[in-house]
């Protein structure tokens, strides 16, 4: 089973990602920000993480970090996904551990292309 | 509409650029028309053919065909056709145009340049292997303003993430403006577009070891597929692979080409030689005859001035 824990403090994008990632067959969970994904994470590592940068408490890049030093942390494919959508922003998101990334706004073809080019599908 | 009119919309289209317009397609004049309508100065689809009637003027007769293709097309579209010409191709042609160390590929009816670009960054990735080696791909379309885009190289941000891979936009792509990507100049150098029309005389175009064609002969009747893959035929190399989109096939339509076994996608001249790329294994199936005349591919002069 193929599992994908959507981040982003957005609950109206959660929900369109949600819909997209189950029509691809992803059993989904969802957390609000990074801590509650890294602490979902540390429970059960999910096959992909979808990730929004921008986000309180903890961002998605502070969570790339902290899951990628994280025991059995480098297993799960991570895909940002974000308004952020400047070369910097992919540069430092690919140099630190992200697998691909999305700029905002997406649709059912763009998360299934990248998901097919990282083999998930 | 009236018959009249749509017979003189279908008529257009079908001799300049091939495109068989269902009578179920008539929406479609609709919406597409409207901004070619708006530039010349006109207020509705019946002034449009009254006008393409009395005039015939050659600028409103190439926007009306322009404006009626479908122009999608995205990078590394469908995976395989891409995969297959990394995987499989690359090192056939690596191995018998050694001598000469020079390929040619062509992108017939390319669009926007997205599948050009994608079989260039493919070799910039393999520029180790490559190095020394001249390749030259060539990208045509009918449509001009498609064209100058191609050659531009400039794409939105949705359309640089639909099959592209990111770690390629960082290397092959810059980022001119908020929502506008613009592939790099090394890229670009190893693409030439250029218009051309596969109904006409493709002129002095040299000899291709590769040819993609896909997604433009479904919209053909049978008798104008057969007619370009008979003139596809004649500019491919003996040993050389064409490439057709999922949907489209030669068979029934062409006794020039066949599919290749084992490979999805791939076609190959019926009597190809038995050294070159890919030489076929056992004993390929025997020759089918030449069943059907094929018309020796002519172009009318009449039918690319004008509608009667
Ligand atoms: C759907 S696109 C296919 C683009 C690309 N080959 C792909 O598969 O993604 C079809 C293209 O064929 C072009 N086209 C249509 N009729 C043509 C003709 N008679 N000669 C050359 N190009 C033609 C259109 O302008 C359009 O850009």
Redesign the interface.
């Given at each position: 089973m193929k599992t994908c824990l959507i981040v982003d403090d957005s609950r109206v994008i959660r929900k369109v990602a949600r819909q997209i990632l189950e029509t691809l067959r992803f059993t989904c969970e969802e957390a609000e920000d990074g801590k509650q994904a890294l602490e979902a994470c540390l429970r059960k590592m999910p096959t992909v993480v979808l990730l929004d940068w921008n986000m309180p408490v903890m961002d998605g890049m502070q969570f790339l970090k902290a899951l990628r030093a994280s025991s059995g942390g480098r297993a799960p494919k991570v895909v940002f996904c974000t308004t952020e959508?400047?070369?910097k922003h992919?540069?430092e998101a690919?140099a630190n551990g992200a697998d691909?990334?999305?700029?905002k706004p997406?649709d059912m073809?763009?998360i299934q292309?990248?998901f097919?080019?990282l083999g998930l599908l | 509409m009236k018959q009249e009119d749509y017979d003189l919309f279908a008529t257009l289209l079908k001799q300049r650029s091939g495109l068989v317009l269902g009578r179920d397609k008539v929406y479609l004049l609709e919406s597409r028309l409207t901004p070619v309508i708006r530039k010349h100065g006109l207020k509705s689809l019946e002034e449009l053919a009254q006008s393409i009637r009395s005039k015939r003027d050659e600028p409103l007769l190439r926007d009306v065909t322009d404006a009626m293709t479908t122009n999608e097309s995205f990078f590394f579209r469908d995976s395989k056709p891409f995969d297959q010409f990394k995987d499989v191709l690359l090192p056939e042609l690596l191995r018998t145009r050694a001598p000469k160390k020079y390929f040619r590929i062509w992108s017939a009816a390319a669009s926007s340049g997205q599948e050009a670009y994608s079989l260039a960054m493919i070799c910039a990735e393999n520029a180790a292997q490559l190095e020394g080696w001249r390749v030259d791909i060539v990208g045509t379309d009918l449509s001009s303003e498609i064209v100058e885009r191609a050659r531009q190289g400039l794409y939105s941000q949705f359309e640089v993430q639909r099959g592209l891979p990111i770690s390629y936009l960082m290397k092959y792509f810059s980022q001119v403006n908020n929502d506008r990507w613009q592939i790099n100049d090394s890229i670009r150098r190893m693409v030439t577009f250029k218009e051309g029309n596969l109904l006409m005389d493709f002129g002095p175009v040299g000899v291709f070891d590769i040819i993609y064609c896909r997604n433009v002969l479904i919209y053909f009747d049978q008798p104008t597929k057969t007619r370009v893959l008979d003139a596809l035929s004649r500019v491919i190399a003996p040993d050389g692979v064409l490439f057709l989109g999922g949907a489209e096939t030669v068979l029934g339509l062409s006794d020039k080409f066949k599919p290749l076994e084992g490979q999805r996608g791939m076609y190959v001249l019926k009597d190809r030689p038995n050294s070159g790329m890919l030489p076929a294994k056992e004993k390929e199936a025997p020759r089918a005859s030449a069943a059907t005349t094929t018309s020796p591919f002519v172009v009318n002069a009449a039918s690319q001035q004008a509608v009667r």
């Open positions: 959508n400047d070369m992919i540069q690919m691909e990334y999305i700029m997406f073809d763009i292309s990248k097919s080019q | -």
